[in-house]
């Protein structure tokens, strides 16, 4: 049983940071891609950033370079740093995982992802 937990959410100022955690358990190995998601009300799910399982990482193109995806080494969690926060940030963010070698975009579609979390709510107020 895979089970991907969330955490790290809040409410923010503009400008202001958060990081965002999730944890794995189950059959999640190191070979397995991660990304994290959002959705904000009223809107469709999309792709945030993807940590393929060889460390190369990815992003969409509205982070900007403001998000940093990483995993801890040692223990089986992934981190979403964000900085510089506007309230176009504010939804719930969500972790994914998946046993696919990543190439080109196909990652921001989550239709290709097998494994979600429950999410974890971001506000960010101006």
């Known amino acids: 049983q895979v089970q991907l937990v969330e955490s790290g959410g809040g409410s923010v100022q503009a400008g202001g940071s958060l990081r965002l955690s999730c944890v794995s358990s189950?059959?999640?190995?190191?070979?397995?891609?991660m990304a994290w998601f959002r959705q904000a009300p009223g809107k469709e799910r999309e792709a945030v950033a993807m940590?393929?399982?060889?460390?190369?990482?990815f992003y969409a193109n509205f982070v900007e370079g403001r998000f940093a995806i990483s995993k801890d080494r040692f223990t089986p969690t992934l981190y979403l740093q964000m900085n510089s926060l506007r309230p176009e940030d504010t939804g719930v963010y969500y972790c994914?995982?998946?046993?696919?070698?990543?190439?080109?975009?196909?990652?921001?579609?989550?239709?290709?992802?097998?494994?979600w979390g429950q999410g974890t709510q971001v506000t960010v107020s101006s």
């Open positions: 189950g059959y999640i190995s190191s070979d397995y891609s």
């Open positions: 940590r393929r399982a060889d460390g190369v990482t």
């Open positions: 994914a995982a998946d046993y696919t070698d990543y190439t080109g975009s196909s990652w921001r579609s989550e239709a290709n992802w097998v494994y």
